[in-house]
């Protein structure tokens, strides 16, 4: 049991996600950032090894090959993947680690990191979903449409997850995520972990 624990953050497009992970890191230094490796070219202000480890195909495709990713996906002909050493190493060294993936993801991490703690945040509705999504002014009605009906097939596994945050109220919402963060820290397990001091006295493993 490392002294870290692994937090996956999954929801559909238009739920908040970004924004209430963003708030959270910033109330709570113990959380980090996973940096995930891609072949996508750096965009403007991208520093490397910040947004992400920027790497050419050939290292990615050898990395996974050697098995060396907890989970790893291609999306608009790039790819992404996490390093399972990376985040062990963090975890070892008593940070909480922190993924945003979609379902997918989150379904190869826990293969690698079965103690990981799911969190899905859903919208309080479909219709406010769409209304956030037009909100942004960037997408067509047809795009729109499809990020619709995407988020409606994320959604049927949310019974994968540990929690489930409905994302009506964002003050509120940051509340609930911020309680999960820490009744995961409370568990048994992961207590032990972090104060072998104190139970080792009464500890009988």
Request: charged share 30%; proline share 3%.
């Amino acid at each position: 049991m490392t002294t870290g624990t692994l937090f996956i953050v999954a929801a559909p497009s238009g739920a908040g996600k970004t924004t209430l992970v963003g708030r959270l890191m910033a109330d709570d230094a113990l959380v980090r950032h996973s940096i995930s490796f891609t072949t996508r070219a750096p965009r403007p202000g991208e520093q490397d090894g910040r947004e992400y480890h920027f790497i050419d195909v050939q290292r990615f495709l050898g990395m996974r090959e050697r098995g060396e990713f907890a989970e790893w996906a291609e999306v608009h002909g790039n790819f992404y993947g996490t390093s399972r050493a990376w985040l062990e190493q963090r975890m070892e060294a008593g940070d909480d680690m922190l993924l945003e993936i979609d379902w997918q993801g989150a379904q190869q991490v826990r293969r690698q990191f079965p103690e990981a703690v799911g969190i899905f945040i859903l919208p309080p509705s479909i219709g406010e979903l769409e209304r956030r999504l037009r909100s942004r002014g960037s997408d067509s009605e047809d795009v729109i449409a499809r990020r619709v009906a995407g988020a409606l097939g994320e959604m049927r596994h949310v019974g994968e997850f540990d929690f489930v945050i409905i994302n009506k109220d964002l003050d509120v919402a940051l509340g609930e995520l911020k309680a999960a963060v820490t009744a995961s820290r409370l568990r048994f397990a992961r207590q032990r972990a972090r104060h072998p001091d104190i139970f080792r006295f009464f500890d009988q493993d």
